[in-house]
């Protein structure tokens, strides 16, 4: 059996967002970070209107931003690796260790040593430059502002939540196309099963084994990697976002420990591994207090995508003559 699929997201967020198909998204975007062709290209081709714009007005606010951003190198310099960390407190260690024995859990985080910790919004670093602040502002209101400890735990940290929907369609006898407006949408790896695991299925005759793929969303824990005394934001932006615009200056975060780049290729993202060195050891890299500063970041209202999974499966049958 060859297995084959096609992952086709439009924009590169790392929390899931879950915005109706056919909506304009509202977004933030960090102006002067990181390159001027790509915050030009992000305008012209997702941003409604954005093809009309004048790309030299573009050019001039985005320069603006980056000269800030030189500025903040000055003024703000090391202020990423004065962040605020607090150990797990002890009357959320059974929530923990729940949490720690859940499938989704122990699957994301099986690698590298790690730690629960609460953590200051404020300096954390991204390399995320864009936030769906229309999602993150309908589940700070579910919130509320004042969460008891347990509730801010589970909401950083879920193991239970709702879901994006999904739409499937059959595109050919082998062939599928799974779809959903969330950025979240992924397909995972391939599991074999068993007989013993397929007694409850119901098949067309006597099987050996299955060979099986889901598709569906990452665990979507608020995560981070350590590196250091930086902690760089890996997963829940829109959480995060969402905790900061509710007025609250903490969340529970599992933050991973990094020692040397082998590890970081392990954890990190896309954008952290493109250039490890400005976002490790820049004297003021981004942070996420900047989608809160009129002067860099910029409200927009994007045009509704769609994260498409497409699976094939190609099965080849013969004989051989063992030796």
């Given at each position: ?28 975007w ?11 290209s ?25 000269d ?43 690698i ?67 779809s ?25 005759g ?18 981070a ?58 004297k003021?890299p ?7 500063d009129?002067r ?28």
């Open positions: 059996m060859t297995y084959q699929y096609d992952a086709k997201a439009f924009q590169g967020e790392q929390d899931c967002g879950t915005s109706d198909t056919g909506a304009a998204r509202s977004m933030v960090l102006r002067g970070q990181p390159h001027l062709e790509d915050y030009l992000f305008y012209r081709k997702k941003v409604i209107g954005g093809d009309k714009a004048d790309p030299r007005m573009l050019a001039t606010r985005w320069r603006e931003a980056n800030l951003y030189y500025q903040l190198e000055q003024d703000e310099a090391g202020i990423a690796d004065s962040i605020s960390c607090k150990p797990l407190d002890k009357r959320l260690a059974g929530l923990a260790a729940t949490l720690e024995d859940h499938a989704w859990f122990r699957s994301s985080f099986d590298l040593p790690y730690s629960i910790e609460l953590v200051e919004l404020d300096k954390l670093v991204v390399s995320q430059i864009q936030v769906e602040n229309g999602f993150s502002h309908a589940i700070a209101k579910r919130l509320g502002a004042k969460p008891t400890p347990a509730q801010l735990f589970r909401f950083c940290l879920p193991i239970e939540r709702d879901l994006a929907p999904v739409k499937i369609q059959r595109l050919s006898a082998n062939r599928y196309q799974f959903s407006p969330s950025s979240d949408f992924r397909a995972h790896d391939t599991i074999l099963l068993h007989d013993p695991d397929l007694a409850g299925v119901t098949l067309p006597p099987a050996a084994a299955m060979l099986g793929i889901s598709v569906g969303f990452g665990s979507n824990f608020l995560s990697v350590r590196s250091e005394s930086r902690v760089v934001l890996q997963n829940g932006y829109h959480r995060a976002y969402a905790l900061r615009s509710a007025g609250l200056t903490h969340a529970w975060c599992v933050v991973e420990h990094v020692t040397r780049k082998d590890e970081l290729r392990l954890s990190a993202t896309e954008e952290l591994l493109s250039d490890p060195a400005f976002y490790l050891a820049a003021r981004p942070i996420l207090r900047d989608f809160f009129p860099i970041a910029e409200q927009v209202l994007t045009k509704p995508v769609e994260c498409l999974v497409e699976v094939e499966i190609t099965v080849r049958s013969t004989t051989v003559t063992p030796d």
